[in-house]
């Protein structure tokens, strides 16, 4: 490289680093503020900190609060939600891209349509089904809903469309059944995107907050998002805890996403701009 | 192989089609469908679950949202919102990612997009949790100041920075989803088109200007769609962060539909201010299509 372009560079690297360290700072406050104790933090002088970190607000939050039940619903609906949609979507997106039949173009032109469609137009009606359903604060009034996306169906469809049409009739002639040929000819096809959408699918039920705020109102039914909020509320003064409880619910998170990193990055581009 | 027509379905391939395809459009009935269409339905009515009566009252939920100063104001938040948020973001995401994308380490390229992107995985409301905190009279931004001996601020309570401060931590929070993508953008553009303008003597600003940014156009277009309609219906900041306080200067369309449906049941009323938003999120995105194509031509 020319040595002329040399200083410029270096005040771009330092320019993004401080960028990066503003990023970070929110995450550094969280755990330093989460090591104060109840009493430092009502002094009069606050610092930034700790004079003496305790563990005092994990404590808490680990004996006051049914916090392994807030992780554990959040699991079992986000797991259920992402295998749901998976199937679902690629179910309906091989048939939508393999199949001619009578008013396909217009379920499709439908499903495509309310992915316009802002979820405030929908909450209510849904949450009055909900409540036909005696569902509410029931773990399956979060699952329900969101087995089927719109957005997944319509990318299965684009990518399946892409397979050649030979390779399921090369399946067909061998007398495969047609569940059998879409598992074992269609899905290995489209992993990546199954993969992405998984991603995506579960990191989104993960961190739903409006519709689990909708429909459940039980501390025990809660899931994490609406959880921390809650405890935000009881709490609010003694900020340390509330802390040490947004430290452990984000620390999974943040870890999952840097083991996954590659796939996520991937995923999002394949997701975003197919 | 007893195909009569060309594209005819077999009796196997029928029962299947039918078979997988009904659960799953049940399901969208049930939860897409149906509401979308009783959503609709709704906003004519005086609908409370909690009465006994629910009169059709034609177009009064709108004539009654016309005068509504608080459903008026968050209109106009909204707009504010949208207003400021997006322009930062775009030029904040395009200028950053076009940093990252010219750092030579390949290992230091992946930290930079990694650490911008973090927030984006971490749950939105336990960052909206923290960061007010942060905003708190005693919380990390007003020690700083106070370090430079600066004054403290009432952010989150204070009219004239409330929505300022939810700004700031809704750009910390998502940016780096536009970084991703515009980085991905600018992989796409193929290098012989700087090094030809290289040969040509252009470069920096000019390269940016006549390559760049026609070149990025359809990339721009998906992320400023997106972004729209992503802030329009922006919640959880608004409803932890302040709950539309002070003096509903932070009540946005979405939370003020969330309240007026959830806290004081008038579902139908609330109906009608969704089918308001969903017009605006329409229009906008109908309008950002027709412009965005006209800059395609190359």
């Given at each position: 490289?020319?040595?002329?372009?040399?200083?410029?560079y270096?005040?771009?690297?330092?320019?993004?680093?401080?960028?990066?360290l503003?990023?970070?700072?929110?995450?550094l406050?969280?755990?330093?503020?989460s090591?104060?104790?109840?009493?430092?933090?009502?002094?009069?002088?606050?610092?930034?900190?700790?004079?003496?970190?305790?563990?005092?607000?994990?404590?808490?939050?680990?004996?006051?609060?049914?916090?392994?039940?807030w992780?554990?619903?959040?699991l079992?609906t986000?797991?259920?939600?992402?295998?749901?949609?998976?199937?679902?979507?690629?179910?309906a997106?091989?048939?939508?891209?393999?199949?001619?039949?009578f008013?396909?173009?217009?379920?499709?032109?439908a499903?495509?349509?309310?992915?316009?469609?802002?979820?405030?137009?929908?909450?209510?009606p849904?949450y009055?089904?909900?409540?036909?359903?005696?569902?509410?604060?029931?773990?399956?009034?979060?699952v329900?809903?969101?087995?089927?996306?719109?957005f997944?169906?319509?990318?299965?469809?684009?990518?399946?469309?892409?397979?050649?049409?030979?390779?399921?009739?090369a399946?067909?002639i061998?007398?495969?059944?047609?569940f059998?040929?879409f598992?074992?000819?269609?899905?290995?096809q489209?992993?990546?995107?199954?993969?992405?959408?998984?991603?995506?699918?579960?990191m989104?039920?993960?961190?739903?907050?409006l519709?689990?705020?909708?429909?459940?109102n039980?501390?025990?039914?809660?899931?994490v998002?609406?959880?921390?909020?809650?405890f935000?509320?009881r709490?609010a003064?003694?900020?340390?805890?509330?802390?040490?409880a947004?430290?452990?619910?984000?620390?999974?998170?943040?870890?999952?996403?840097?083991i996954?990193?590659?796939?996520?990055?991937?995923?999002?581009?394949?997701?975003?701009?197919? | 192989?007893?195909?009569?027509?060309?594209?005819?379905?077999?009796?196997?391939?029928?029962?299947?089609?039918?078979?997988?395809?009904?659960?799953v459009?049940?399901?969208?009935?049930?939860?897409?469908?149906i509401?979308i269409?009783?959503?609709?339905?709704l906003?004519?009515?005086?609908?409370?679950?909690?009465?006994?009566?629910s009169?059709?009252?034609?177009?009064?939920?709108?004539?009654?949202?016309?005068h509504?100063e608080?459903?008026?104001?968050?209109?106009r938040?909204?707009?504010?919102?949208?207003?400021?948020?997006?322009?930062?973001n775009?030029?904040?995401?395009l200028?950053?990612?076009?940093?990252?994308?010219?750092?030579r380490?390949?290992?230091?390229?992946?930290?930079?997009?990694?650490?911008?992107?973090?927030?984006?995985?971490?749950?939105?409301?336990?960052?909206?949790?923290v960061?007010?905190?942060?905003?708190?009279?005693?919380?990390?931004i007003?020690i700083?100041?106070?370090?430079?001996?600066?004054?403290?601020?009432?952010?989150?309570?204070?009219?004239v920075?409330?929505?300022?401060?939810?700004?700031l931590?809704?750009?910390?929070a998502?940016?780096?989803?536009n970084i991703?993508?515009?980085?991905?953008g600018?992989?796409?553009?193929?290098d012989?088109?700087y090094?030809?303008?290289?040969?040509?003597g252009?470069?920096?600003?000019?390269?940016?200007?006549h390559i760049?940014?026609?070149?990025?156009?359809?990339?721009?277009?998906?992320?400023?769609?997106?972004t729209?309609?992503?802030?329009?219906?922006?919640?959880?900041?608004?409803?932890?962060?302040?709950?539309?306080?002070?003096?509903?200067?932070?009540?946005?369309?979405?939370?003020d539909?969330?309240?007026?449906?959830f806290?004081?049941?008038?579902?139908?009323?609330?109906?009608?201010?969704?089918?308001?938003?969903?017009?605006?999120?329409?229009?906008?995105?109908?309008?950002?299509?027709?412009?965005?194509?006209?800059?395609?031509?190359?």
């Amino acid at each position: 490289m020319s040595k002329k372009s040399n200083i410029p560079y270096v005040i771009l690297c330092l320019v993004l680093a401080f960028g990066a360290l503003l990023m970070c700072l929110p995450y550094l406050w969280m755990v330093i503020s989460s090591l104060k104790s109840n009493l430092e933090i009502i002094s009069m002088q606050p610092k930034m900190l700790p004079e003496s970190p305790t563990f005092s607000g994990y404590e808490k939050v680990l004996t006051d609060a049914p916090f392994m039940r807030w992780f554990f619903n959040s699991l079992v609906t986000s797991v259920c939600i992402t295998v749901g949609t998976l199937f679902t979507s690629a179910l309906a997106g091989y048939v939508f891209a393999k199949f001619r039949f009578f008013g396909k173009s217009v379920m499709f032109i439908a499903i495509l349509a309310t992915m316009m469609v802002p979820f405030q137009v929908v909450m209510i009606p849904t949450y009055l089904i909900i409540t036909k359903l005696n569902l509410v604060n029931n773990l399956s009034a979060i699952v329900l809903p969101s087995l089927v996306s719109a957005f997944g169906v319509f990318l299965c469809k684009q990518f399946i469309e892409g397979i050649p049409k030979d390779l399921s009739e090369a399946g067909r002639i061998d007398g495969a059944g047609e569940f059998r040929l879409f598992r074992s000819l269609i899905v290995p096809q489209i992993t990546p995107v199954l993969s992405a959408l998984g991603i995506f699918t579960f990191m989104a039920a993960w961190n739903n907050y409006l519709w689990p705020l909708i429909v459940l109102n039980e501390q025990n039914k809660m899931t994490v998002p609406l959880a921390l909020v809650f405890f935000n509320s009881r709490h609010a003064v003694n900020y340390n805890v509330v802390m040490s409880a947004a430290v452990l619910i984000m620390i999974p998170v943040i870890a999952v996403f840097l083991i996954f990193q590659r796939h996520f990055i991937k995923g999002l581009t394949i997701s975003g701009l197919k | 192989m007893s195909r009569t027509r060309k594209g005819a379905l077999t009796r196997a391939e029928t029962r299947f089609a039918v078979f997988s395809l009904t659960p799953v459009m049940l399901l969208f009935g049930l939860f897409s469908l149906i509401p979308i269409v009783w959503g609709i339905v709704l906003m004519f009515y005086e609908y409370n679950p909690l009465n006994l009566h629910s009169p059709f009252i034609g177009m009064d939920n709108f004539r009654r949202l016309l005068h509504d100063e608080v459903f008026l104001k968050s209109f106009r938040n909204t707009f504010r919102f949208v207003a400021i948020a997006i322009p930062a973001n775009i030029v904040l995401t395009l200028s950053i990612a076009i940093g990252i994308n010219q750092i030579r380490s390949r290992l230091w390229k992946n930290t930079f997009r990694t650490l911008f992107f973090l927030p984006v995985v971490a749950p939105i409301a336990g960052s909206a949790v923290v960061w007010t905190t942060m905003f708190n009279k005693d919380g990390m931004i007003n020690i700083m100041l106070n370090m430079f001996g600066l004054q403290s601020v009432n952010w989150l309570g204070d009219p004239v920075t409330a929505m300022l401060s939810i700004i700031l931590m809704t750009l910390w929070a998502d940016i780096g989803y536009n970084i991703v993508i515009f980085m991905t953008g600018l992989d796409a553009i193929p290098d012989v088109f700087y090094e030809a303008a290289r040969l040509d003597g252009a470069s920096g600003l000019k390269a940016f200007r006549h390559i760049t940014l026609p070149l990025l156009s359809r990339t721009s277009l998906f992320v400023l769609i997106m972004t729209t309609i992503s802030y329009l219906q922006m919640f959880p900041q608004f409803k932890i962060m302040t709950n539309g306080e002070p003096r509903n200067e932070t009540r946005v369309m979405a939370l003020d539909i969330f309240d007026n449906a959830f806290t004081y049941m008038n579902m139908g009323y609330a109906s009608a201010m969704a089918f308001v938003l969903l017009l605006i999120v329409l229009i906008i995105t109908v309008l950002q299509i027709r412009l965005g194509r006209s800059g395609w031509e190359y």
